[in-house]
């Protein structure tokens, strides 16, 4: 590359997709000339007509016709799936767009951040500050306008304290509705509405848990400072500081997660203050109320390695040899016929899978011929000459899809419409980043096409000097990565395997160790370390936590497909009864990481124990069985040995040399990783 283009990322071939949605209908002027997020909280309010709901926590919110309509979810709850539906608890609209029914009005997204979205709509002079995590909905009414506030249900009682600037509703469904405006406000009702005189200011209304009158005490005095937009700021690695943009007077309170407390418990800030009786609901588990202006979230360390932490033991080393040398031979560029990108990634990847094993076991007379496949398959993709497919980028949302996305929604799963963006690259970066260790010329010469790779996923920074939006798939506040792109869901965002989405931003470490590029690695590995955690709390079902509700906790040891408002045993591709394929799905690829993704035993055991069962079903793929295999080869080394060499067949992207190679690695997880269990 000469040096006077040094300095300028290298953008793939452009072009215009003819199947992507028009961003300009509901985002303002002034953002879409940046890239745009593809795979968010708040991806419903910009697709279609904009009026399916999203889960900000703790509320189901959905705004259509003039109006934004706030839920507070119940959980309907079966052996295969938990949601929460959906009911108007409050529908917020200016009066004269009731009388109107609103018909002419739509929303716009004026600004959104890592923890809130702004939501304004002009036909009402209503702008909503929609940030993560707060209890409550708080809004501007810009110009004098009376308000209308209805309800699905009957409104029993409505009372307020003597300055007109708290009202308490209590409904017919048990729920109690607290009110605060920034000033007085003249309201009045009938059996399901609430109006207003012409006001303007600021209201807060929040949702009473339980009805308790100990928490209203809570409500009262935190409702005088409000949030406005967040950010979530990479300190240092494994470390993320969560920073809100505040307005009013007095300490902030916010709500989080199951996760959220478990990494505020490891930090050493004394800025917070964590509410424990103070709870709301949800379905990712019970939201604690926090005070502070600033959290500190903190990992335990990850570290990425290339080999496995345990090494091979010298009496197996023979037998992986055997392995590699076949599966080596086997390898032929030539003889590929897919064209997807996922697919073809994962024959990358497991190609350069051999030539790790191959540097463990000394067995480097093989690395000439897998380095020869990985530039064959790899270089066609990176200069554009690959026939039948390839990467290009379009600027409507900012990133790069495939040739055959560009003209087909369901091409490359999705990948022109921003899906799963994550796995498919993270299996290209894989292989770039062993290329780039075994060959480091052959690195240097394709760097710049590998970053812009890396970028599409992995960007930190935001706004026009970029050409991608900001960590397009990872959702900084759930702290686990969307795999869902632009398609309207009513259950928002979703993701299926956390493994690869693990393995993205693996890869993009590893890329990072091959190149020196210690930011890369520090950032990559700390989005590792969250997926992970991600993954553990909420897609591997322990049957002792209370994360989920009994009666599904009790049929499911995995998830099927998580999604932001549903969880559901189901995959895309296969029935709930399939548990190999739950099981698979969620560990391949096997790579050195997959230790820490799997490093509690005794779930480990659990799962597997759940999943062989399903092994006696007619039809059953090889494939997957040598992923059960691999997990029971955790704590049952010799059984899975024995059941790993009868197999007949392997997952196009594993291979019996990754199998052995996992198999004679084990260690004692336990000691090696500290938190197994």
Same mark, same amino acid.
């Given at each position: 590359?000469?040096?006077?283009?040094?300095?300028?990322?290298?953008?793939?071939?452009?072009?215009?997709?003819?199947?992507?949605?028009?961003?300009?209908?509901?985002?303002?002027?002034?953002?879409?000339?940046?890239?745009?997020?593809?795979?968010?909280?708040?991806?419903?309010?910009?697709?279609?007509?904009?009026?399916?709901?999203?889960?900000?926590?703790?509320?189901?919110?959905?705004?259509?016709?003039?109006?934004?309509?706030?839920?507070?979810?119940?959980?309907?709850?079966?052996?295969?799936?938990?949601?929460?539906?959906?009911?108007?608890?409050?529908?917020?609209?200016?009066?004269?767009?009731?009388?109107?029914?609103?018909?002419?009005?739509?929303?716009?997204?004026?600004?959104?951040?890592?923890?809130?979205?702004?939501?304004?709509?002009?036909?009402?002079?209503?702008?909503?500050?929609?940030?993560?995590?707060?209890?409550?909905?708080?809004?501007?009414?810009?110009?004098?306008?009376?308000?209308?506030?209805?309800?699905?249900?009957?409104?029993?009682?409505?009372?307020?304290?003597?300055?007109?600037?708290?009202?308490?509703?209590?409904?017919?469904?048990?729920?109690?509705?607290?009110?605060?405006?920034? #000033?007085?406000?003249?309201?009045?009702?009938?059996?399901?509405?609430?109006?207003?005189?012409?006001?303007?200011?600021? @209201?807060?209304?929040?949702?009473?848990?339980? #009805?308790?009158?100990?928490?209203?005490?809570?409500?009262?005095?935190?409702?005088?400072?409000?949030?406005?937009?967040?950010?979530?700021?990479?300190?240092?690695?494994?470390?993320?500081?969560?920073?809100?943009?505040?307005?009013?007077?007095?300490?902030?309170?916010?709500?989080?997660?199951?996760?959220?407390?478990?990494?505020?418990?490891?930090?050493?800030?004394?800025?917070?203050?964590?509410?424990?009786?103070?709870?709301?609901?949800?379905?990712?588990?019970?939201?604690?109320?926090?005070?502070?202006?600033?959290?500190?979230?903190?990992?335990?360390?990850?570290?990425?390695?290339?080999?496995?932490?345990?090494?091979?033991?010298?009496?197996?080393?023979?037998? @992986?040899?055997?392995?590699?040398?076949?599966?080596?031979?086997?390898?032929?560029?030539?003889?590929?016929?897919?064209?997807?990108?996922?697919?073809?990634?994962?024959?990358?990847?497991?190609?350069?899978?051999?030539?790790?094993?191959?540097?463990?076991?000394?067995?480097?007379?093989?690395?000439?011929?897998?380095?020869?496949?990985?530039?064959?398959?790899?270089?066609?993709?990176?200069?554009?000459?690959?026939?039948?497919?390839?990467?290009?980028?379009?600027?409507?949302?900012?990133?790069?899809?495939?040739?055959?996305?560009?003209?087909?929604?369901?091409?490359?799963?999705?990948?022109?419409?921003?899906?799963?963006?994550?796995?498919?690259?993270?299996?290209?970066?894989?292989?770039?980043?062993?290329?780039?260790?075994?060959?480091?010329?052959?690195?240097?010469?394709?760097?710049?096409?590998?970053?812009?790779?890396?970028?599409?996923?992995?960007?930190?920074?935001?706004?026009?000097?970029?050409?991608?939006?900001?960590?397009?798939?990872?959702?900084?506040?759930?702290?686990?990565?969307?795999?869902?792109?632009?398609?309207?869901?009513?259950?928002?965002?979703?993701?299926?395997?956390?493994?690869?989405?693990?393995?993205?931003?693996?890869?993009?470490?590893?890329?990072?160790?091959?190149?020196?590029?210690?930011?890369?690695?520090?950032?990559?590995?700390?989005?590792?370390?969250?997926?992970?955690?991600?993954?553990?709390?909420?897609?591997?079902?322990?049957?002792?936590?209370?994360?989920?509700?009994?009666?599904?906790?009790?049929?499911?040891?995995?998830?099927?497909?998580?999604?932001?408002?549903?969880?559901?045993?189901?995959?895309?591709?296969?029935?709930?009864?399939?548990?190999?394929?739950?099981?698979?799905?969620?560990?391949?690829?096997?790579?050195?990481?997959?230790?820490?993704?799997?490093?509690?035993?005794?779930?480990?055991?659990?799962?597997?124990?759940?999943?062989?069962?399903?092994?006696?079903?007619?039809?059953?793929?090889?494939?997957?069985?040598?992923?059960?295999?691999?997990?029971?080869?955790?704590?049952?080394?010799?059984?899975?040995?024995?059941?790993?060499?009868?197999?007949?067949?392997?997952?196009?992207?594993?291979?019996?040399?990754?199998?052995?190679?996992?198999?004679?690695?084990?260690?004692?997880?336990?000691?090696?990783?500290?938190?197994?269990?």
């Amino acid at each position: 590359m000469s040096n006077n283009k040094k300095n300028t990322p290298f953008i793939f071939p452009q072009t215009q997709s003819t199947v992507l949605p028009d961003p300009s209908n509901f985002f303002s002027p002034n953002l879409v000339s940046s890239p745009l997020p593809t795979n968010s909280f708040f991806q419903n309010f910009v697709l279609k007509n904009g009026d399916q709901p999203e889960y900000i926590h703790p509320y189901l919110i959905k705004s259509s016709n003039s109006s934004l309509s706030l839920s507070y979810p119940f959980h309907s709850v079966s052996p295969a799936v938990i949601y929460q539906v959906f009911n108007a608890d409050l529908t917020i609209t200016s009066s004269d767009q009731k009388a109107k029914k609103g018909s002419n009005g739509k929303h716009i997204i004026s600004s959104y951040s890592d923890l809130s979205v702004t939501l304004d709509i002009p036909s009402s002079n209503l702008t909503f500050f929609l940030v993560r995590g707060s209890p409550f909905l708080t809004f501007s009414v810009t110009q004098p306008t009376p308000l209308s506030i209805s309800t699905i249900h009957a409104i029993l009682s409505f009372s307020s304290n003597t300055s007109l600037t708290k009202f308490t509703f209590k409904f017919n469904n048990d729920q109690t509705w607290l009110l605060y405006a920034s #000033s007085p406000i003249k309201l009045s009702h009938s059996l399901s509405e609430i109006t207003s005189k012409a006001f303007s200011g600021t @209201i807060r209304i929040a949702l009473l848990p339980d #009805s308790d009158p100990k928490q209203e005490a809570v409500l009262d005095k935190f409702s005088s400072c409000y949030p406005v937009s967040g950010d979530a700021v990479f300190t240092e690695p494994f470390s993320l500081e969560y920073k809100w943009e505040k307005k009013g007077s007095g300490d902030m309170l916010l709500l989080a997660h199951p996760l959220h407390l478990q990494l505020l418990s490891n930090s050493k800030s004394d800025d917070v203050t964590v509410l424990d009786d103070f709870k709301y609901t949800s379905i990712d588990g019970e939201l604690v109320g926090v005070v502070g202006d600033s959290w500190v979230l903190e990992a335990d360390p990850v570290f990425v390695t290339w080999h496995s932490t345990s090494c091979v033991k010298e009496e197996s080393r023979d037998e @992986i040899v055997s392995a590699l040398s076949k599966d080596v031979e086997g390898l032929n560029s030539s003889a590929i016929t897919t064209t997807s990108s996922y697919f073809y990634g994962k024959l990358i990847a497991r190609a350069a899978r051999l030539a790790l094993i191959a540097e463990e076991v000394s067995s480097i007379d093989v690395i000439p011929k897998i380095s020869k496949f990985l530039k064959e398959t790899i270089e066609p993709w990176l200069e554009g000459i690959f026939k039948g497919n390839g990467f290009l980028y379009e600027r409507k949302w900012g990133g790069i899809i495939t040739k055959q996305g560009s003209s087909d929604t369901g091409a490359d799963f999705g990948f022109g419409i921003y899906n799963d963006h994550h796995y498919h690259l993270g299996y290209f970066l894989y292989g770039i980043a062993v290329l780039a260790k075994i060959d480091p010329c052959w690195g240097r010469k394709y760097k710049s096409q590998a970053y812009s790779l890396m970028a599409d996923f992995m960007t930190l920074s935001r706004g026009s000097n970029s050409n991608y939006t900001r960590l397009r798939s990872f959702d900084l506040y759930k702290l686990h990565s969307w795999a869902g792109g632009l398609t309207e869901f009513t259950d928002g965002r979703n993701q299926e395997s956390t493994s690869e989405a693990v393995n993205a931003y693996y890869s993009a470490a590893l890329m990072g160790l091959a190149y020196g590029d210690a930011q890369l690695v520090a950032t990559a590995s700390t989005l590792t370390a969250l997926e992970i955690l991600g993954a553990q709390m909420w897609w591997h079902v322990n049957e002792g936590d209370n994360e989920y509700e009994e009666e599904f906790t009790k049929e499911n040891r995995v998830m099927g497909v998580l999604w932001a408002n549903k969880r559901d045993s189901g995959l895309w591709f296969a029935p709930a009864e399939w548990k190999e394929c739950r099981l698979g799905i969620n560990l391949l690829p096997i790579l050195p990481i997959s230790e820490v993704l799997f490093s509690n035993v005794d779930y480990v055991k659990d799962l597997v124990e759940w999943t062989l069962p399903a092994l006696n079903r007619e039809g059953v793929g090889e494939g997957w069985k040598g992923f059960v295999y691999a997990l029971q080869g955790i704590y049952d080394n010799e059984s899975a040995l024995e059941k790993i060499r009868s197999l007949k067949g392997f997952d196009d992207g594993n291979s019996l040399t990754n199998l052995l190679w996992w198999i004679h690695s084990r260690g004692d997880e336990e000691e090696e990783f500290g938190h197994g269990k």
